[in-house]
């Protein structure tokens, strides 16, 4: 009973470099979101897919593209990271709009 | 504005006390309401949904005050175990706001 699964756990990069962060949900949700946790600032929304084939800009979007591969799948790419991005990442999904999000237990990303 | 606004405390009670934690919203077309807890480092999980009628669940307790546009979490008898990040969640649409949640820590 996996729920939802984030990988990478940890990453540290270097400025400049990419990489992309990996979400899978066996759930059977339609919707799936990427968001972005710094101190004091709460959750914020990056992107999110509210169905398969669908991409959605949030709060915070700039230097991330996203891709809902399939129902299950949505990731998240950081094509040239800077310190900026430094911070812990967690995917979610929901079946339907009124329900609670479960959420992925992070990516800690540090950018140097 | 923030469409959640949230008090972050800290909140640091004694074990049995009663503590409450308030909300507001600033979207009057905001659809559903939830409560997460959050402990240190990890993934918020969802503590209780907030119905109109006020909901309970042990020693906890939700409302929501649609007219005045907040939310609340009453937490009785508190425990050690309740030492936690509590977050507010609003759905509006396809999207959810999060407040920056309050610290609640429960001392011995």
Known sequence: NAGVTQTPKFQVLKTGQSMTLQCAQDMNHNSMYWYRQDPGMGLRLIYYSASEGTTDKGEVPNGYNVSRLNKREFSLRLESA??????????????????????????????? | RKEVEQDPGPFNVPEGATVAFNCTYSNSASQSFFWYRQDCRKEPKLLMSVYSSGNEDGRFTAQLNRASQYISLLIRDSKLSDSATYLCAVNLGNQFYFGTGTSLTVIP
Do not use: E, K, M
């Open chain 1, 82 to 112: 800077a310190p900026s991005q430094t911070s812990v990442y967690f995917c979610a999904s929901i079946f339907a709009s009124n329900q609670p999000q479960h959420f992925g237990d992070g990516t800690r990303l540090s950018i140097l």
